[in-house]
């Protein structure tokens, strides 16, 4: 069975960080991930996505579905062959 495209559209996206002590942080973070300090400090948000008319992309908008999305975000680091890789560690979403 072939999945068919899914199209829609992006309404809003806020991205809101903050400075978090690392020994908090910490606790959240699994191996290989280590936390990536800026001025001694961890950093944590949360994206908040609304997103509107989600659908197959044969379908027209007004049959499409609407979602508000949070996602927990954690900056962190990892090796990788050799070298240092950065990206966001997610705990958490909710939908």
């Known amino acids: 069975m072939r999945i068919p495209v899914i ?4 309404d809003r996206r806020i991205l809101v960080n903050y400075r978090v002590k690392p020994e908090i942080l910490a606790r959240l973070v699994p191996k290989p991930f ?25 379908l027209p908008a007004f049959l499409g579905m609407s979602s508000e999305n949070a996602a927990h ?3 962190v680091e990892w090796d990788d062959n ?14």
Do not use: S, Y
């Not at 280590?34 to 044969?58: D, E, Q, S, T, Y």
């Open 7 to 10: 199209c829609g559209l992006i």
């Open 73 to 75: 975000r954690i900056a």
């Open 82 to 95: 050799g070298e240092t890789k950065q990206g966001v560690f997610v705990p958490r979403r909710d939908t």
């Open 34 to 58: 280590r936390l990536k300090l800026v001025n001694g400090m961890g950093m944590a948000g949360v994206c908040l996505i609304r997103l509107k008319h989600i659908r197959p992309r044969f």
